[in-house]
Structures are given as structure tokens and as C-alpha cells.
């Protein structure tokens, strides 16, 4: 789960799942979809692209990763030999009591984002975070906000 598309040859990671899985077992796999399921984090890339070279290369990065796009997963799943595929999209909100909250775990350095941020150099940090709180507050306040967020979710039987 969640990790799909950060494997280099997808195609291969679905061939072994079907490999490993027994006759009608279920194969299945979600993953972010970075490009318009999750407007909470693409506010940050988009923040950040806005800012620099670095953080447009990011983006592209981030946004077109493997297995994102939609029925992207599905052909994959067909393709390896699986039966019976399915492909769905799931949707959790992900809420943040305020601007720390939203930051916090990107600062310290997690997933693509926060690795991205890690790159840059003191003032970079302090700019991204400053243009990235603008973007959160929009104009109001700091303090709770909700995002919905959407994954892409596939499954197939093997044969």
C-alpha cells in the first residue's frame, strides 16, 4: 500500500505479487495520486515550484510519478496476467489542527516532500516555509484545516 509508485519498474513489483500469491488469490495495491487527489500537499509543490527551478523539478517529480495516472494501475495489473481487475479510488480527509501540524513532519524531513525540503539551504527552508504558510493560511488566520485526499486503489485475482 502506498508504495507502488515509488518502485522503479512497477510492471516487475506487479509480476512477483502474482508470482508469489496463490491460484485466486487477491492481489492489490493503492497509491496516492499526487497529480489532483491531494490538494494539501500539491499546495506545498505548487508553493515551491512558484519559488524556484528546484522546486518546478520537484514537482515534476512528485506529480508523474509511475502508476498515478488513472487506469494506469489496472492495465498494469492486466498486463501481468491477473483476472478480474478492479480500479477504484479511495478518499480520506486529512485534517491539521494548524500550520505546525501540516509542517512538522515535511521539516523533519519526510516522504518526497520533506526530502525535497532537506535539500534546501537555510534561507531556501525559511522562504518555502514562509510562502507555504501563506498558502495554508489564504489569507485567514492559522488553526485547523481539512483536506481531502484521494488514492487510486487496484486488485486483481491471479489465476
Known amino acids: 500500500m502506498l508504495v507502488l509508485h515509488f518502485v522503479p519498474e512497477?510492471?516487475?513489483?506487479?509480476?512477483?505479487?502474482?508470482?508469489?500469491?496463490r491460484k485466486g488469490g487477491v492481489v492489490a495495491a493503492a497509491v496516492w495520486d499526487h497529480l489532483g487527489g491531494m490538494p494539501g500537499m500539491r499546495m506545498m509543490v505548487d508553493t515551491v515550484a512558484a519559488l524556484s527551478a528546484g522546486g518546478r523539478q520537484m514537482r515534476g517529480r512528485y506529480c508523474f510519478q509511475p502508476m498515478m495516472q488513472p487506469g494506469e494501475m489496472k492495465r498494469t495489473f492486466m498486463e501481468q496476467g491477473l483476472l478480474e481487475v478492479a480500479e477504484t479510488e479511495l478518499m480520506i480527509r486529512m485534517?491539521?489542527?494548524?500550520?505546525?501540524?501540516?509542517?512538522?513532519?515535511?521539516?523533519?524531513?519526510?516522504?518526497?516532500?520533506?526530502?525535497?525540503?532537506?535539500?534546501?539551504?537555510?534561507?531556501?527552508?525559511?522562504?518555502?516555509?514562509?510562502?507555504?504558510?501563506?498558502?495554508?493560511?489564504?489569507?485567514?488566520?492559522?488553526?485547523?484545516?481539512?483536506?481531502?485526499?484521494?488514492?487510486?486503489?487496484?486488485?486483481?485475482?491471479?489465476?
Request: aromatic share 10%; net charge negative.
Open 95 to 159: 485534517d491539521y489542527q494548524s500550520f505546525d501540524d501540516y509542517w512538522a513532519p515535511i521539516a523533519a524531513g519526510e516522504g518526497p516532500l520533506g526530502k525535497y525540503v532537506a535539500t534546501l539551504d537555510a534561507a531556501q527552508r525559511a522562504g518555502a516555509e514562509t510562502a507555504v504558510r501563506d498558502a495554508y493560511e489564504a489569507g485567514r488566520p492559522d488553526g485547523p484545516r481539512s483536506f481531502a485526499n484521494v488514492a487510486w486503489a487496484c486488485r486483481g485475482v491471479a489465476p
Open 10 to 21: 512497477a510492471g516487475k513489483a506487479v509480476a512477483e505479487m502474482r508470482r508469489v500469491v
